[in-house]
C-alpha cells in the first residue's frame, strides 16, 4: 500500500471519529430531554427552544458552508469549527442553568455545521472514484454510531451512575484528543503545490445563489424536504413522548429511540439501493413517505403499557422510511446542472433543517397547551397527508436527467 493511500485512509479514520463524536453531543439534548425537563424546571415549549437553538443556527451554516471549503480550505475549516464545538460542549456539560444551556446549543449549532461537507470535500480529493462512494459512506455510517450512542448510553448513565454528564464529559475527551490528531493529520490535497489558486475557482456566490434558488425543477424537492418535517416532529420528543405517553422508563425509552437510529442507518442503504436497482427516485419516496405515515399513526393509537419490543418495531420501521430524505439530495443533484448543484444541496439542508427547528417548540408547546401528546401528533398526522398528496401531483422523476445531459454533450 503506497503512502498516499494509507494517509487517506489514515484521514478518513480520524474524520470519522469527529463526526461520531459531533453526533453523539448533537444528540445529547433530544437524548436528555426528561432529565433536563425535570433538572431545570421548564416547560416542554422550552424544552423544545433549546434543541432548536442548534438546529436553528446549524440550518443557517448550511448556505456558507460549502464556500468556506474554498475560502478557508477543509483542513483549516473543519479544525477552527472543531475548536468551536468544543468550546460549546464544555459550557453544555458544565451548565446547569437554562440560559447557559441555550448558549451552549447554540455555539455547537455553528461548530458542527460545516464539518459534513468539509470532510466530503476531503474525501472527494484523497479518494479515488472507485473507492469515493466507499469512503463517504463510512464516514456517513459514524453519525448513526454517534446518534445511537447518545440515545442509549446518556439515558444509561443517568439511569446506572446518576449522573449523565460523566459521559458527555469522556466523549468531548475523545473529541479534543481527536482535534489535535486532526491538527497533525489533515492535509487539504495530496498535491504539495494546489494546481488551482481559491480565487480562481470561486465564482459569484450571491448569483449562484439566486440561479439555484430560481430553478423551477429545483422547488419541488425543497418544499418535499422541507414539509417532511411536519412527520418529523415526533422523533425530537421520542424519549418523552414513550415516558409519558406510552408507560415506559426513561432507559425503556432510550432503548426504542436508539434503535430506530440503527434504522435510520441501514434505511440510507436500503432506500439508495432500491432508488437505484428501480432506476426511479419518486416512486420509493411516495411509498417510503406513505409507510412513514402508517407507522406514525400505528405508534400515536397504540395503547399504552404494551412490550417494548411493540414500540420497538414501530419506531424501527420509522427509522428504516425516516430515511428517505437522502432521495431528495438525490434529486436536488440530478435537476440542477453542477455548478449550482452544491449551492442547491446547501439550501435544501439548511433551509430544511431551519423548518424543522421552528417546529420542535411548536409541538413542545402545543402539549403545554392541550396536556397531551395526540393533538400535536394528529396534526403532523394531518400535514404529513397533505405533503403526500403535493409530492404525489408536483414531483416529478428524476432518475436519468443527468445522464441525459451527458448524452447530448453538455459539459459536466
Not at 463524536?21 to 415549549?45: D, H, K, M, W, Y
Not at 470535500?121 to 453519525?143: C, D, H, N, Q, Y
Request: charged share 10%; hydrophobic share 50%; glycine share 10%.
Amino acid at each position: 500500500m503506497d503512502r498516499q493511500r494509507q494517509l487517506a485512509l489514515i484521514i478518513l479514520a480520524t474524520i470519522s471519529v469527529t463526526y461520531l463524536v459531533e453526533n453523539f453531543l448533537r444528540s445529547a439534548a433530544s437524548a436528555l430531554t426528561p432529565v433536563l425537563i425535570q433538572e431545570l424546571g421548564i416547560s416542554r415549549g422550552a424544552m423544545g427552544l433549546l434543541i432548536t437553538a442548534y438546529y436553528l443556527v446549524y440550518g443557517v451554516m448550511q448556505f456558507p458552508s460549502g464556500v468556506l471549503a474554498d475560502v478557508l480550505g477543509p483542513r483549516r475549516s473543519i479544525i477552527g469549527f472543531t475548536a468551536v464545538t468544543c468550546i460549546g460542549s464544555i459550557l453544555f456539560w458544565m451548565s446547569y442553568r437554562y440560559e447557559l444551556l441555550f448558549a451552549a446549543q447554540f455555539t455547537m449549532g455553528v461548530g458542527t455545521s460545516v464539518f459534513y461537507i468539509n470532510a466530503v470535500t476531503l474525501i472527494g480529493r484523497w479518494f479515488p472514484p472507485e473507492r469515493k462512494a466507499t469512503a463517504i459512506g463510512v464516514l456517513s455510517a459514524s453519525m448513526g454510531v454517534g446518534a445511537f450512542a447518545s440515545f442509549m448510553g446518556l439515558p444509561l448513565a443517568a439511569t446506572l451512575w446518576g449522573n449523565w454528564r460523566s459521559l458527555f464529559l469522556m466523549m468531548l475527551g475523545i473529541l479534543v484528543i481527536n482535534w489535535v490528531m486532526n491538527f497533525f493529520i489533515l492535509k487539504d490535497s495530496p498535491n504539495i503545490i494546489t494546481s488551482t489558486p481559491a480565487q480562481k475557482k470561486r465564482r459569484n456566490i450571491l448569483r449562484s445563489f439566486k440561479e439555484a434558488f430560481s430553478d423551477h425543477r429545483f422547488h419541488p424537492p425543497l418544499l418535499g424536504y422541507m414539509m417532511m418535517g411536519f412527520i418529523f416532529a415526533l422523533y425530537a420528543w421520542i424519549n418523552q413522548f414513550l415516558i409519558e405517553e406510552k408507560g415506559l422508563t426513561y432507559l425503556e425509552a432510550g432503548t426504542v429511540s436508539s434503535i430506530g437510529t440503527v434504522a435510520g442507518f441501514i434505511g440510507c442503504l436500503l432506500i439508495g439501493v432500491i432508488s437505484d436497482r428501480l432506476r426511479k427516485r419518486k416512486l420509493p419516496l411516495l411509498i417510503f413517505y406513505g409507510l412513514n405515515l402508517l407507522l406514525l399513526c400505528g405508534i400515536i393509537l397504540v395503547p399504552a403499557k404494551l412490550s417494548v419490543a411493540v414500540y420497538a418495531a414501530i419506531w424501527f420501521g420509522m427509522g428504516i422510511c425516516g430515511s428517505i430524505w437522502i432521495l431528495f439530495f438525490s434529486m436536488v443533484s440530478e435537476v440542477l446542472p453542477p455548478e449550482t448543484a452544491g449551492i442547491g444541496l446547501g439550501l435544501l439542508n439548511g433551509l430544511g433543517n431551519i423548518f424543522s427547528s421552528l417546529i420542535a417548540p411548536i409541538y413542545g408547546s402545543l402539549v403545554d397547551l392541550t396536556g397531551n401528546y395526540y393533538t400535536p401528533n394528529i396534526i403532523s398526522l394531518g400535514l404529513g397527508v397533505v405533503t403526500l398528496i403535493i409530492l404525489i401531483i408536483y414531483m416529478k422523476e428524476t432518475y436519468g436527467t443527468t445522464i441525459i445531459k451527458h448524452e447530448y454533450g453538455q459539459n459536466q
